[in-house]
């Protein structure tokens, strides 16, 4: 499980997301992490779908293998999963600021991170792998 966090403080010329280059970035670091291919599940999120990402999809075909999900279909989604477990966790924090919230789901995501039992389940509860 790779993750990247960004703050939107809704400062002027702030990015409100991930762009393109950010998640090629990810990626790209992803792989150097990991020493090998990366398997990417992506969903219908408009960024997942430009051409900039064909393009380096494509480019990259020898480290980078790509599942596309069917449009409207959470259930097969594993990030859901790993996103219920860390708003159960976080959802009575009476946070002082955004850097607090912040540092919070950094931190559940960290510790998810770390148990490949919990992210073997949330893959599991989407279908998509069987027990072998």
């Not at 990417?40 to 064909?54: C, E, I, Q, S, Y």
């Not at 955004?98 to 510790?111: D, E, N, P, S």
Request: charged share 25%.
């Amino acid at each position: 499980m790779i993750y990247a966090i960004r703050e939107y403080r809704g400062r002027k010329g702030e990015p409100k997301g991930f762009g393109r280059r950010d998640f090629r970035d990810l990626l790209a670091r992803a792989r150097i992490q990991l020493g090998g291919p990366i398997v990417l599940v992506r969903d219908n999120v408009r960024l997942h779908l430009t051409a900039g990402m064909r393009e380096f999809i494509a480019a990259n075909a020898a480290w980078l293998t790509v599942f596309q999900l069917p449009a409207y279909v959470p259930d097969l989604n594993p990030q859901e999963g790993i996103w219920s477990l860390v708003k159960r966790d976080i959802g009575n924090l009476a946070a002082a600021d955004l850097g607090q919230i912040t540092r919070a789901v950094k931190c559940r995501l960290k510790q998810i991170r770390y148990r490949l039992d919990v992210v073997d389940s949330c893959l599991a509860g989407t279908g998509l792998i069987t027990d072998d």
